[in-house]
């Protein structure tokens, strides 16, 4: 199993561009995330899914958008790119187990916005 | 308003001693709590989950209490060593089991 894979791994834009950050996972997972990390700080939540099409927003939500056609994958949208969008892009699933409801994360996606 | 707290100064301490990392979270009353530790450059990997009717959970060399009175868990990690330097991260549910947010970590440093 791969897990949980995100491309592209580094990217530039320019401010107004648009782009997608792709998230797929094999794990067969319902639970799907978004987060942004700003360099020293901890994860904030953008959207997240319990399945495939049902999305909602989570705590930073503002200048993206998702969609979640399939249970494997999670695509996050960046419409009109601004440099506050500047971060660490982090995608994750869980299975949500009783046990540990533990998060598997990819690898992220280092977005800069100049 | 901020949900979760973690010490935003990094915690340094000498190999072999306890490192106790604090989390306390407001405004919601979570069915768990989980710890994450993130290297530089890597996406978070789960450590431990512990229950609203948990006191306390072991694994290893970890420890995680959760005290919903106070509103805070304590992780701890004993004998420790350079290999646990990292940043620790605490995460719970917040207003739906589903909603997983984060708080911003503590760093942890173990010198030799």
């Known amino acids: 199993n791969a897990g949980v894979t995100q491309t592209p791994k580094f990217r530039i834009l320019k401010i107004g561009q648009s782009m997608t950050l792709q998230c797929t996972q094999d794990m067969n997972h319902n639970y799907m995330y978004w987060y942004r990390q700003d360099p020293g700080m901890g994860l904030k939540l953008i959207y997240y899914?319990?399945?495939?099409?049902?999305?909602d927003k989570g705590e930073v939500p503002n200048g993206y958008n998702v969609s979640r056609s399939t249970t494997e994958d999670f695509p996050l949208r960046l419409e009109l790119a601004a440099p506050s969008q500047t971060s660490v892009y982090f995608c994750?699933?869980?299975?949500?187990?009783?046990?540990?409801?533990?998060?598997?994360f990819g690898e992220g996606s280092r977005l800069t916005v100049l | 308003s901020q949900k979760i707290e973690q010490n935003s100064e990094a915690l340094n301490i000498q190999e072999g001693k306890t490192a106790t990392l604090t989390c306390n979270y407001t405004n919601y009353s979570p069915a768990y709590l989980q710890w994450y530790r993130q290297d530089p450059g890597r996406g978070p990997v789960f450590l431990l989950l512990?229950?609203?009717?948990?006191k306390e959970k072991r694994k290893e060399r970890l420890k995680v209490t959760f005290d919903t009175t106070l509103k805070q868990s304590l992780f701890h990690i004993t004998a420790s060593q350079p290999a646990d330097s990292a940043t620790y991260l605490c995460?719970?549910?917040?207003?739906?089991?589903?909603?997983?947010?984060f708080g911003s970590g503590t760093r942890l440093s173990i010198r030799p």
């Open positions: 995460a719970l549910p917040y207003s739906s089991a589903s909603k997983i947010i």
């Open positions: 994750a699933s869980s299975s949500q187990d009783r046990d540990t409801g533990e998060l598997f």
């Open positions: 899914s319990v399945g495939a099409g049902i999305t």
């Open positions: 512990i229950r609203e009717n948990e």
